[in-house]
């Protein structure tokens, strides 16, 4: 059973930066590609930065480009997602989520399996 556990989210102001991590076990990832997602309360679930696990290409939305970088440690199995000059329209649960076809898609639908979640906060 596959378990992802996101951490790192928290309240920072605008033009800051933080780190999210996401732990993943269960499974051995070489093939998979993970992406980070997020979203706010009456909204759709949107994609951010996805990577492949092996190869370590990624890739962003068009909004974070520039800001976000996502990588993984092989080592830890854990994904993170760096995110710079933080804007309010960034607030939203982020969560990672696990590709088992190695796509690197953008497609939320492609995704197996979710955390829980972690709550960033970007005040202005």
């Known amino acids: 059973q596959v378990q992802l556990v996101e951490s790192g989210g928290g309240l920072v102001q605008a033009g800051g930066s933080l780190r999210l991590s996401c732990a993943a076990s269960?499974?051995?990832?070489?093939?998979?590609?993970m992406g980070w997602f997020r979203q706010v309360p009456g909204k759709e679930r949107e994609f951010v930065a996805s990577?492949?696990?092996?190869?370590?290409?990624?890739n962003y939305a068009d909004d974070v480009k520039g800001r976000f970088t996502i990588s993984r440690d092989g080592a830890k199995n854990t994904v993170y997602l760096q995110m710079n000059s933080l804007k309010p329209e960034d607030t939203a649960v982020y969560y990672c989520?696990?590709?088992?076809?190695?796509?690197?898609?953008?497609?939320?639908?492609?995704?197996?399996?979710w955390g829980q979640g972690t709550q960033v906060t970007v005040s202005s």
């Open positions: 269960g499974r051995t990832f070489s093939s998979y590609s």
């Open positions: 989520a696990t590709d088992p076809r190695g796509r690197n898609t953008p497609f939320r639908s492609y995704y197996d399996y």
């Open positions: 990577i492949k696990w092996t190869a370590g290409s990624s």
